[in-house]
């Protein structure tokens, strides 16, 4: 366990891995960078837990098994305990390409995945793109992933008023946010400004009490608004 006093500066970023030598390679890449910097690392669940209790991070990178606590539960536990407006990004961290841990983390409030063999500037282009709120995870591999989580929602529970309060254009946004498009294929598509697009994807996580993009998403997809097939 080693912990970094606070301190104001680049993006801060948790390690949580019972492997140490995985811990290691991830520091030493993440603080290769100006921007970015380990100040936390946990070897299970609970350790990293209770650490963040005492220390506020930007973005932590949580795998799925682990000894004593899993990433799963650790995840709901740390966004349970997070100051409102201070919650970390969570980016869950696993060997296996969108196994049934990973469904689970996302619907704890994780904001994405991330496999443990990805390139060093996808582990650094992920870190950096979660903390501006958008998704970590491939266009394909979202449908695939929302694709389980709707299979596995009753259909009771696809309650579509929640979407009652979106403007039409804000639905469309929302609607193409599901079909895994960036911000600037969303503007190609309506034929508008990326700021524009940024402003009503602004707007959609407001209006749904989303967390980022991936639970808007992921209400796009329960709702009936985009089915897995489209």
């Known amino acids: 366990m080693t912990t970094v006093p606070d301190r104001p500066g680049p993006l801060r970023i948790a390690l949580v891995d019972d492997q140490p030598l995985v ?8 603080d290769s960078q100006d921007d970015l910097e380990v100040v936390l690392q946990a070897a299970d669940g609970a350790d990293a837990v209770e650490q963040l209790r005492a220390h506020s991070v930007d973005v932590v ?6 000894p004593r606590m899993d990433g799963i539960e650790a995840t709901a536990r740390i966004l349970e305990q997070a100051p409102e407006g201070r919650a970390p990004r969570i980016i869950v961290l696993t060997t296996f390409d969108l196994d049934d841990y990973v469904v689970a983390a996302i619907r704890a409030g994780a904001s994405g995945f991330l496999l443990k ?49 979106l403007t039409e254009r804000e639905t469309d946004v929302l609607r ?10 969303i503007g190609a598509e309506l034929f ?6 940024k402003t009503h994807v602004g707007r959609v996580l407001a209006k749904l009490h989303a967390r980022d993009r991936v639970q808007a998403v992921i209400i796009a997809f329960e709702t009936g608004l985009v089915t897995p097939g489209e």
Do not use: C, W, Y
Not at 150 to 161: I, M, Q, R, S, W
């Open 61 to 66: 990178l949580m795998d799925v098994r682990m």
């Open 23 to 30: 811990r290691a390679g991830f520091s030493m890449v993440i």
């Open 117 to 165: 063999d990805a390139q060093p500037e996808e582990l650094l282009g992920a870190i950096r793109t979660v903390h501006r709120g958008d998704a970590v995870i491939a266009p394909s591999a979202t449908r695939r992933l929302l694709s389980q989580m709707v299979a596995a929602t009753p259909a009771a529970e696809k309650d579509a008023t929640v979407l009652e309060t």
């Open 192 to 197: 508008v400004a990326e700021a524009t697009v």
């Open 176 to 185: 193409l946010m599901a079909k895994g498009l960036s911000n600037t294929e």
